[in-house]
């Protein structure tokens, strides 16, 4: 990929690095978010990496011993968040949380059926792109429709960027080209590698997260009990 990168962009140590536009794209994304987050200091340490407009260079050894000494953060930061912000629970409160946590647990028990449903379809996607490209046109339109369906529930990104995050940003990374890619067999791959990397990533969790929900379950439970006492 890097050698059929057309494009480049200037690194930390003044050189200039290959791109592609995928690349380009999560680097705007970054500095978007940066932007977002105007009140907090970002810094980027990586040492030849692209300039990140917003996050200046700063080698993690720097960082680290920062964190070391205790120049950048407190060490008694969450002992004092914690006493400085007593928290209160209120029934409504509570109730809001126990149904989203319900809702999760309904909503997390849906993916198994639904995942191995696209991968039936991602394993005829290939050959109809030699044989029959219009209908895998189609059949990949169907993978696309039932992919967004379950990376657009309200609460997968923030669970799954928690737990597969490295896998996430890879996708993100290779998202913009297999959008544009024109050629129909080329596009059947990347989309049974990538949405095939992404579900087998998401089965591997959905037991962990299950048992996290419960867990989470039976805490939200546990306050109840002590809000009747």
């Given at each position: 990929?890097?050698?059929?990168?057309?494009?480049?962009?200037?690194?930390?140590?003044?050189?200039?690095?290959?791109?592609?536009?995928?690349?380009?794209?999560?680097?705007?994304?970054?500095?978007?978010?940066?932007k977002h987050f105007d009140h907090i200091k970002?810094?980027?340490?990586?040492?030849?990496?692209?300039?990140?407009?917003?996050?200046?260079?700063?080698?993690?050894?720097?960082?680290?011993?920062?964190?070391?000494?205790?120049?950048?953060?407190?060490?008694?930061?969450?002992?004092?968040?914690?006493?400085?912000?007593?928290?209160?629970?209120?029934?409504?409160?509570?109730?809001?949380?126990?149904?989203?946590?319900?809702?999760?647990?309904?909503?997390?028990?849906?993916?198994?059926?639904?995942?191995?449903?696209?991968?039936?379809?991602?394993?005829?996607?290939?050959?109809?792109?030699?044989?029959?490209?219009?209908?895998?046109?189609?059949?990949?339109?169907?993978?696309?429709?039932?992919?967004?369906?379950?990376?657009?529930?309200?609460?997968?990104?923030?669970?799954?960027?928690?737990?597969?995050?490295?896998?996430?940003?890879?996708?993100?990374?290779?998202?913009?080209?297999?959008?544009?890619?024109?050629?129909?067999?080329?596009?059947?791959?990347?989309?049974?590698?990538?949405?095939g990397e992404m579900l087998d990533e998401i089965?591997?969790?959905?037991?962990?997260?299950?048992?996290?929900?419960?867990?989470?379950?039976?805490?939200?439970?546990?306050?109840?009990?002590?809000?009747?006492?």
């Amino acid at each position: 990929m890097l050698q059929k990168a057309m494009k480049q962009v200037e690194n930390v140590k003044g050189g200039m690095n290959s791109t592609d536009a995928s690349f380009i794209s999560m680097k705007e994304s970054i500095e978007g978010l940066i932007k977002h987050f105007d009140h907090i200091k970002f810094d980027n340490s990586s040492r030849l990496g692209a300039v990140i407009e917003g996050a200046p260079f700063r080698p993690i050894e720097e960082i680290y011993a920062g964190l070391d000494n205790g120049e950048l953060v407190d060490p008694n930061i969450l002992e004092n968040w914690i006493k400085d912000h007593p928290i209160v629970i209120s029934h409504e409160r509570y109730a809001n949380v126990k149904a989203k946590i319900e809702l999760v647990i309904n909503d997390v028990n849906q993916l198994s059926p639904e995942i191995r449903s696209i991968r039936k379809l991602l394993l005829i996607i290939e050959e109809l792109s030699r044989n029959k490209p219009l209908k895998c046109h189609n059949v990949i339109f169907d993978i696309e429709q039932k992919w967004g369906e379950i990376v657009n529930r309200e609460w997968f990104a923030p669970i799954f960027e928690s737990l597969i995050p490295l896998q996430i940003a890879r996708f993100d990374r290779m998202l913009p080209s297999i959008v544009v890619e024109q050629n129909i067999i080329i596009k059947a791959g990347y989309v049974k590698e990538y949405i095939g990397e992404m579900l087998d990533e998401i089965e591997k969790k959905l037991p962990h997260l299950e048992e996290l929900l419960l867990e989470s379950a039976r805490r939200i439970n546990s306050i109840h009990s002590i809000m009747d006492a």
